[in-house]
């Protein structure tokens, strides 16, 4: 069964964060180099990508316990794995190989889960972060017209990654927290010119971020507005990811599911953060939100981001089981 005939029948499940349960295992410098890169002379720790390859076990005991706890969908261990933000440990050359095994383990895992419950496929979403550059806006207050990367230098190095994830076995492919549109357009071109290319295509989600109550991408866009720039790509699904808690995600995901010609996902934070750094809404309390979401008619797709862990997609999974899934609405333009 393919995913399309799935998410016409029911809300489908997407893991939670991968950082916060990788925290768990409080992993040292030496953790993180693992016995490949042990004489680095650059420090590794944080870099939560490399772990796909120095801690391979890790990462598939994670994407483990979200099928265990219900998901449908799990997102490779690729937010940074492209050689822009690579750069920051001197790694790019790794970028390929990075997507590549991430995206074997990924598979690995929901192959496994697959096989036990053949009535529920499980599907890895290849996951394509922002970067850590902003091809609209500045970095420097001082010179607004200044660009830290032009837009072939971020479809270069996300046609690097795609390549990678789509021979390691990824199923879909993931554009989340979208800050920037102009990224994620350098991103989808990328994204079609592969396809193109391998003369195959692959389901695309994409998914923006509003960044605080303004209600907007940092780069200025509403939900609609952001909609109608990304719309062209016909993606699969498009939805909005992090930055919020759910409750204050409510207004932007019913903006969005009323304009989109697609499935709607919608993966929040668990809560915002407190002054530690730290998520603090209970799987209960959100998965009781994220219900009222479905019943509202605004959910196709529902998972966490950041702070979310295997209990709060098990709640999640729990309380969408039996809601009518949003009907994708169609217009005519006359």
């Known amino acids: 069964m393919n995913i399309q005939s799935i998410l016409k029948q029911r809300i489908m499940i997407l893991d939670g964060a991968m950082g916060t349960m990788i925290q768990r295992y409080q992993l040292d410098e030496a953790g993180y180099r693992g016995e490949r890169f042990k004489d680095s002379n650059q420090d590794l720790k944080g870099n939560n990508d490399l772990l796909s390859l120095t801690q391979p076990n890790i990462i598939q005991d994670i994407h483990e316990a979200y099928l265990e706890a219900g998901a449908d969908i799990i997102e490779t261990n690729t937010f940074n794995a492209q050689r822009i933000s690579l750069a920051d440990y001197k790694m790019e050359s790794l970028a390929y190989e990075l997507n590549f095994e991430s995206a074997k383990i990924a598979k690995a895992a929901a192959q496994k889960f697959s096989a036990l419950t053949p009535e529920k496929p499980r599907f890895v979403a290849g996951a394509i972060g922002p970067t850590n550059r902003t091809a609209s806006l500045s970095p420097d207050v001082n010179d607004p017209g200044y660009r830290s990367v032009t837009f072939d230098q971020l479809t270069e190095a996300y046609t690097e990654q795609v390549s990678g994830l789509i021979d390691g076995g990824a199923d879909l492919i993931l554009v989340e927290t979208i800050f920037d549109t102009l990224n994620a357009k350098a991103a989808l071109f990328a994204?079609?010119?592969?396809?193109?290319?391998?003369?195959?295509?692959?389901?695309?989600?994409?998914?923006?971020?509003?960044?605080?109550?303004?209600?907007?991408?940092?780069?200025?866009?509403?939900?609609?507005?952001?909609?109608?720039?990304?719309?062209?790509?016909?993606?699969?699904?498009?939805?909005?990811?992090?930055?919020?808690?759910?409750?204050?995600?409510?207004?932007?995901?019913?903006?969005?599911?009323?304009?989109?010609?697609?499935?709607?996902?919608?993966?929040?934070?668990?809560?915002?953060p407190n002054q530690f750094g730290e998520y603090e809404e209970s799987p209960e309390h959100m998965a009781e939100v994220l219900r009222e979401f479905g019943e509202s008619g605004f959910l196709n797709i529902v998972g966490g981001c950041c702070g979310t862990t295997p209990e709060h997609i098990l709640q999640i999974a729990k309380m969408v089981e039996h809601i009518t899934p949003r009907k994708v609405p169609q217009f005519s333009y006359v």
């Not at 695309?204 to 866009?221: F, N, Y």
């Not at 939805?239 to 995600?249: F, H, K, V």
């Open 191 to 272: 994204i079609q010119e592969y396809f193109d290319k391998i003369n195959r295509e692959l389901p695309v989600m994409i998914s923006g971020t509003i960044t605080d109550q303004s209600g907007r991408t940092l780069s200025g866009q509403t939900p609609e507005a952001f909609w109608n720039s990304v719309a062209h790509a016909e993606p699969l699904s498009v939805g909005l990811n992090c930055a919020l808690g759910a409750e204050l995600m409510r207004p932007y995901i019913e903006e969005l599911s009323q304009v989109a010609t697609c499935f709607i996902s919608c993966y929040p934070n668990a809560g915002l």
